[in-house]
């Protein structure tokens, strides 16, 4: 089953009716279990697909549950090597011998944001975090939930406890309305505004191969650079508006994913705003058990912002190799740690220098904020390439630009980024501030009606009747 | 405020809402006021966009390079409205070779002759055979359309009762073309009501409450293109047997009927006609065309033509098989040849009307 499509909707709204039938705990984790299973089942074809993602799931379970009673620092590490090594294997890693693969299809969706809730748990329940004994029903709902299966958020188990059973929040006229705005909003960004981003990307990579002056191709090159991030932040935070949206009606509160990424003024920033529950997963499940054990190999107070800084290129390098198998993104796991911990040591470095009163006057500084943003987005967007990118086609793009046009590429992509991020800032802080009745504008249920309903006219107009196809998440890969 | 406050914070939403919905504060008549104003903004919001985005594809969708496989009714009949405004000086009926199958519309030989000049316009279709000829050209003389003369081309394979097209109209047309054909025709054609060619009532009332939902497919084609998505896969002959028909072709053949019928009603009109017998590859059909019975029927079509006043250029065997994609369809260099030869029996007297 696709999300998000019209059949996941009508699929949502089944489940969102039987739902809440009932505010009994007991049923709405009976209503869950049986629609996370039927969700699940429609990837299936053969019942021997679903064997590796069960394994993995089974193994996970039976890993908490001895860790918890245990407590064993080796198991504990035993468990989730073993976890990370299976689930590499089963995601077919290239470092992974082939012959190791195992011979047949497999269902594999979602199985890295699996990964992610398995992983948490058994660290959780090491640290004695997880103080419940989990009973496989409340497991399954919480690895395999429909609504996140695909493509994530992320979330933590308390988090999820809490939407399940303890204090689901509730259903009122106003939270289905916000619900219905969120997948409106999802639906717009992922069936319309993507696919218009990644024709512009298409079309710039077509006018890039084509006979050029300099000038033009760097242009050009910059605008796909561009339009590929654009398109995958529509893409994606469209999908979580829309999971999220769909969530509400289930009672379910799930986590945000992006919080206005390109207005991030600096790269540690980016990544607070950005994709903001795999981060958090990174920073609370690598960063932070790294940073600790290095600072107990070297204790010395004066080392200890840049063990910071290794930190979070350890984190971060594993945040863009988890993205894809290939080597392509090692490299962009390389950019992303490079990005991270580079902005880390420059903020050590100009706090020594300016000390932090003036540092902070400088960043706070228009002109400062705007290169900031552009070097944020533009890092980001270069770093991308290798997500989109094989090293061939890298190597045609170097060669089409040549060592000049890559210097004005990079001149275009900053310039570019910081003339349009700033007016995008600039309207964001025009459109917040109109109030209406001391109200914001943007929050005024009159102005929500009028915009989203046009949207959602718009919307339905394009993928109905022009039978526009499925909506495509590029996130669902990983 | 950034979008995470804005999306946490429903509460001044929820709040403004939810005064709304359950009128906190005010009495029961002034909260079911506010809930049907919010309803009444709503509607009227929803009517208008609608609306907006009539008048926008209205605005926006002239016209296509060429029709699109699955063309609409309305697209068509806005076609005709905008040909019988602007009469071209040529008119192009054909089948998938002329509407260019597998190649880009630029591509075409009607495009290769538009760029030299020639107030030419392409109304061939994906699948052309006689009878959807006879359709399109009696809409467009219905219409008011009168071009200065018409390009007919004629293939033999579509007088074969086996090819899709021989008594099959185009949705399109079937439902424009129904009272061009007598209640006879009707039925060959399967235009009858209740049959899959003749749009239910409602989906000819939804066509006019909305042109986005009456020209869905041309949107579709103006936003995804028409172009042929999958490799042609190589043609063998034996895949193409049964193609071609070789009985003797005679006035019984509905095909004829209609093709005559056309060229008639262009007659009739004062519209000259020029008929070119299509491009065929005969290296790869040379078993089953090369054959008398195929020449025989080659030289009945060209009779019948002239005999119905039209001027025939027989192209059936002019083409190497280097300048077909596939069995029958040409190569942009093709389309380029075409368009050459073409060009002294349609360009001649415009060059030298233009003289």
Known sequence: ???????????????????????????????????????????????????????????????????????????????????????????????????????????????????????????????????????????????????????????????????????????????????????????????????????????????????????????????????????????????????????????????????????????????????????????????????????????????????????????????????????????????????????????????????????????????????????????????????????????????????????????????????????????????????????????????????????????FSFTVILNAPAAHVVYKAF | MTEQQLKRTPRLGAASHDAVRNGLGRSASASRTAVMRMTALVVAVALLTFLLENVLVGALLPNLPRLTSDFSATYLRREMRRLAAAPPRTLFFGDSVLWGYRIAPSQTAVAVLRAEGCACENLSLKSGSPPNYDAMIRIALGSGVRPREAVIEINQKAFNAADPGFVKLHPALAQLGVPYFTAAERRELGLEPGTDAYPPAWTRALDRLSLVYAMRTDIRGALYGDVDAAPPTPITADMLEGTYDLSPLSEANAGIRYLSRAVDALRAHGIPVVAFLTPTNHRLLHDYIDVPAYRANGAYLRRLLERHGARVLDLDARFAAGEFIDEAHLTPAGQRHLARLLEPLVLGPWKRDAR
């Open chain 1, 1 to 459: 089953m696709t999300v998000p499509s019209y059949i996941f909707l009508g699929f949502a709204a089944a489940v969102a009716l039987a739902i809440n039938v009932s505010s009994k705990a007991g049923w709405r984790r009976g209503v869950l279990f049986v629609a996370n299973i039927a969700f699940f089942a429609t990837f299936v074809r053969r019942p021997l697909e679903i064997v590796p993602f069960g394994a993995l799931l089974a193994f996970g379970y039976a890993a908490m549950r001895l860790v918890q009673a245990r407590k064993d620092r080796a198991l504990f590490i035993v468990f989730v090597v073993a976890v990370a090594v299976a689930f590499c294997w089963l995601k077919r890693y290239s470092f992974v011998p082939a012959e190791l693969f195992l011979p047949f299809p497999y269902v594999a969706v979602g199985m890295s944001y699996v990964f992610f809730r398995i992983v948490h748990l058994i660290v959780d329940a090491y640290q004695g975090t997880l103080t419940e004994r989990l009973d496989p029903l409340t497991y399954v709902n919480y690895t395999l939930n429909f609504t996140c299966l695909v493509a994530g958020p992320i979330q933590f188990y308390g988090d999820y406890r809490r939407s399940e059973r303890e204090d689901p929040p509730p259903l009122t006229g106003a939270a289905a309305v916000n619900g219905a705005i969120r997948m409106i909003t999802g639906m717009f960004k992922v069936a319309l505004a993507s696919p218009a981003l990644t024709a512009l990307q298409t079309i710039a990579v077509t006018a890039l191969a084509a006979p050029q002056d300099p000038p033009a191709r760097a242009w050009w090159a910059a605008l796909a650079t561009a339009a590929f991030l654009v398109g995958l932040y529509l893409n994606f935070s469209g999908y979580t508006d829309f999971v999220i949206g769909t969530a509400v009606f289930l009672r379910i509160a799930l986590p945000e994913n992006f919080n206005q990424p390109f207005l991030s003024e600096s790269f540690i920033d980016f990544w607070n705003r950005w994709h903001i529950t795999l981060s958090t997963w990174v920073k609370t499940y690598i960063y932070s058990p790294v940073f600790l054990a290095m600072m107990r190999r070297v204790p010395a107070p004066r080392y200890q912002p840049l063990l910071g800084v290794a930190a979070y290129f350890v984190a971060f390098f594993f945040v863009g190799v988890w993205h894809g198998q290939t080597s392509e993104f090692v490299m962009l796991g390389v950019m992303l740690g490079v990005g991270v911990s580079a902005n880390k040591l420059f903020q050590i470095e100009m706090t020594k220098r300016l000390g932090r009163a003036r540092y902070r006057a400088l960043c706070a500084q228009p002109l400062w904020r705007a290169t900031s943003r552009a070097l944020t987005f533009s890092w980001f967007a270069v770093a991308a390439l290798f997500f989109w990118s094989t090293w061939s086609q890298l190597g045609r793009f170097g060669a089409l630009l040549g060592p000049t046009g890559l210097a004005a590429y990079a001149v275009v992509l900053l310039a570019g980024s910081a003339v349009v991020l700033s007016a995008y800032a600039a309207f964001d802080r025009a459109i917040v501030g109109l109030r209406l009745d001391g109200t914001p504008f943007v929050l005024s249920p009159y102005y929500r009606a009028v915009c989203y309903t046009a949207l959602a006219v718009v919307v």
